[in-house]
């Protein structure tokens, strides 16, 4: 069983920065790819980005890429996402999720999400 709390979303300025955290509990965090989604009101959800197991490769939507950062500390059971330069349309609840068996396969478990809201 892992668990995944989300933390970090808020309001923020068109333009600014955010990171938000997932911690995992479980000693399965680092053999596991994550990923993180979202989803906005009335819109389906959306893959914003993934790391795999060790943090050595990354994939990230094109709506993301260049502006959002994906990393991970095995050490402290911990995936982080580095949003820079935010738009309104990055306003969303933000979920990461764990994928026991890599890159690639099903996500096992969820997080809540953190709302994330965006300002022009």
């Known amino acids: 069983q892992v668990q995944l709390v989300e933390s970090g979303g808020g309001l923020v300025q068109a333009g600014g920065s955010l990171r938000l955290s997932c911690a995992a509990s479980?000693?399965?965090?680092?053999?596991?790819?994550m990923g993180w989604f979202r989803q906005a009101p009335g819109r389906e959800r959306e893959f914003v980005g993934a790391i795999s197991r060790s943090g050595g490769n990354t994939y990230y939507a094109d709506s993301v890429k260049g502006r959002f950062i994906i990393s991970r500390d095995n050490a402290k059971n911990t995936v982080y996402l580095q949003m820079n330069s935010l738009k309104p349309e990055d306003t969303a609840v933000y979920r990461c999720?764990?994928?026991?068996?890599?890159?690639?396969?099903?996500?096992?478990?969820w997080g809540q999400g953190t709302q994330v809201t965006v300002s022009s």
């Open positions: 479980g000693r399965t965090f680092s053999s596991s790819a």
């Open positions: 999720a764990a994928a026991l068996n890599g890159l690639g396969f099903e996500y096992d478990y």
